[in-house]
């Protein structure tokens, strides 16, 4: 298994897939880290997908300084906050870490599912 703090490689067949993100009639993004919870502040500011304005797909999840330096997922942060650097967030790039929240809510979908299964066998 995966360490904690790895991160999830997408496969090669879903490389060019970048439209399963997320999908917001209203994009704004969100005041919470994806990853650890914060909330951004000036003192821990975070950087927002370049997927929040895709029109088929918006994107709102941020991440904050912390944890993009703790991840490395980018190379300078100050560069990746410029609109124009385009910085792609590791969700939608298939790279979360582990305690990311998608990994949270995928354990506990997970979870609530199996209770389900077996509450049914029971009925």
């Not at 919870?37 to 950087?47: E, G, I, M, V």
């Not at 385009?86 to 939608?92: I, K, P, Q, R, S």
Request: net charge positive; with cysteine; charged share 25%.
């Amino acid at each position: 298994g995966r360490r904690a703090g790895e991160r999830m490689k997408k496969n090669e067949a879903e490389a060019g897939m970048e439209d399963d993100c997320c999908s917001f009639p209203h994009p704004e993004a969100s005041n919470y880290c994806h990853i650890c919870t914060r909330k951004a502040t000036a003192a821990n500011p975070a950087l927002s997908c370049a997927n929040l304005h895709k029109l088929s797909s918006a994107c709102r999840k941020i991440v904050c300084r912390v944890c993009v330096e703790a991840f490395r997922l980018a190379e300078d942060f100050e560069a990746a906050r410029g609109k124009a650097a385009g910085w792609m967030c590791a969700h939608c790039k298939d790279e979360c870490p582990r305690s990311s929240h998608c990994h949270a809510y995928a354990k506990k979908n997970a979870s609530i599912q199996l209770q389900k299964r077996a509450m049914g066998m029971h009925h």
